[in-house]
């Protein structure tokens, strides 16, 4: 692999989940690892028998090391489910699916919490355990859930999204927690200096917004605008995965990369957006967001380090 | 099996782990166990990574749905510890060894105990799924917890038990919480309403102390002086298992039968002593105790049956 000019620029990602981990493992395909830094979403944690997991975090550092289930989706390749199991054969509730290999990570994690370490110093810790070669923060240390409201009620995110598999409705969103969270350390500087700050094909209002909605964020990405490269994770009318399509439509906007660039027309200088929707670029432009149109489905490792080097190049960077 | 006079006599045992356990395997055998109410220690309770752990209960429990693992001493029979084994590879410690079945128990109590249910409670539910038929009561639902003073300092139960194998010699020993705490519910009814009160062959110091030490508990105890049997788990010199000989001795006690009763004298009007031990019946008698003499040492179920009708007849049951 070759990237002269690359180890020198700094690249921020804003990501959720799965979405957001395929688009880093094109990025670390295509320039070190080492200059990547992302800020991952909270706003999916959720307390479980007591201990604190952090899905979209954990995606990013299984795929980012190799140990994604990439069959399933979700959770760890080659995992087991004995422990919860037995639990769920003892009355537990076992909605919310954790291996044995994976419940591992949560105890190692709530031993370090325990005994009073952040959760960024926990997230460094097991990534450097996995080999995770890029830099992992969540967006806050602190508690921020994302909340949704329903014709069931508000529901809590892994409860509307896992329980109730995302098939309630969405009127409103909002992020407990959010107005008393700060920044992790090390978030804003990471946004401050980077070369080209991106935000991955994930959910705008469930992986994005939340990320947003720690206090100095949007501040801090909007100061940067002009260097920020978002991707569009609607292609042709509808969501690569998950419930984007039908969340753009609750909530009462166009399922279009248009609603997209209007979403984040105050952070992201530019919307990457696919081909597919190649006649849209001028209704994203009037959003005052720059658009650039390339094949944004990543299929394979082709197609995501396609991706990853479309957006270096709308960033200004060499790819 | 035949106990037609046993169904109407109420039996209460104190007990700590596996030999309280093993105690209470012969006893279910000669009477009918819905008649057994089981006072368990929780001295040796312990917080890993968050989750709350039981062990002498959770022996109990084992023990007597058969998933005690008999062949190793500890935990579930077939288990394996992949959970366990990736935490400590992710940087956790892992010195007590929670295998993937067990792990699953213990995540059970944890969402029992997080949305506010009593460890009496949460074991109850635990012991019905399991399939118990004894009814097993924790002490106390409060927080209370053995802790030893060592050459190496204070030392917690566990840290003390397993993490360094019981090699420290212990000058004293205190219950952390006992002030505080409260019989659990039914505890002291079971005491009180009990045809007969055993004190299982389990270590005075660590097993039936801490049970003793919630406050209440000792006062009833000896309040059934004259129906409680209690069985010596010194035999010839040693304890059977554990650190018991090695306690007597280092908190200045002889290793023998006589110095349990002289510890038990305010509670239990008998001791059940060993054949090997028969010449100490009259020092035992002469700490104000009576002295009942048979085979104690459980090597199968014939034995473990014996021991149980040697109790109740000293008890002044039927057997």
């Known amino acids: 692999m070759i990237w002269p000019a690359m180890t020198a620029s700094r690249i921020t990602v804003l990501a959720g989940g799965v979405g957001g981990a395929r688009f880093l493992q094109g990025l670390v395909d295509v320039v070190a690892p080492e200059s990547v830094t992302v800020i991952g979403n909270v706003g999916d944690d959720v307390e479980l028998y007591g201990l604190h997991v952090s899905p979209d975090l954990d995606t990013v550092l299984y795929t980012l ?9 979700w959770g760890v390749r080659g995992d087991t489910a004995r422990a919860l199991e037995r639990a769920a054969r003892l009355g537990a509730e076992a909605w919310f699916r954790l291996g044995d290999l994976d419940l591992g990570l949560h105890l190692a994690r709530a031993e370090r919490l325990g005994r009073g370490e952040s959760l960024s110093a926990a997230t460094a810790a097991l990534g450097h355990a996995l080999g995770l070669r890029l830099r992992l923060l969540p967006a806050t240390d602190d508690r921020l859930r994302t909340m949704l409201t329903t014709p069931a009620g508000e529901l809590d995110f892994q409860t509307y999204y896992v329980r109730r598999r995302h098939a309630d409705p969405v009127s409103a969103i909002r992020f407990d927690g959010a107005e008393e969270a700060r920044p ?13 700050v991106a935000v991955a094909p994930s959910n705008p209002f469930i992986s994005i917004a939340p990320i947003l909605a720690v206090p100095g964020m949007r501040e801090a990405v909007a100061a940067r605008r002009e260097r920020v490269v978002a991707v569009s994770p609607i292609v042709a009318g509808a969501a690569l995965r998950g419930p984007a399509a039908a969340m753009l439509r609750s909530l009462g906007h166009p399922v279009s990369p248009v609603a997209v660039a209007r979403l984040l027309a105050d952070v992201a200088g530019c919307l990457v957006v696919d081909r597919a929707d190649a006649a849209l670029a001028g209704d994203v432009e009037a959003a005052d967001v720059r658009a650039a149109v390339t094949d944004t489905v990543m299929r394979d490792g082709r197609a995501r380090r396609a991706l990853a080097r479309a957006v270096l190049t709308a960033g200004g960077l060499p790819a």
Request: no cysteine; charged share 25%; net charge negative.
């Open 184 to 196: 992790a350390p090390g978030v804003l500087e990471a946004i401050a200096e980077a070369d080209l």
């Open 65 to 73: 090391t190799g140990w994604h289930d990439e069959a399933r989706g």
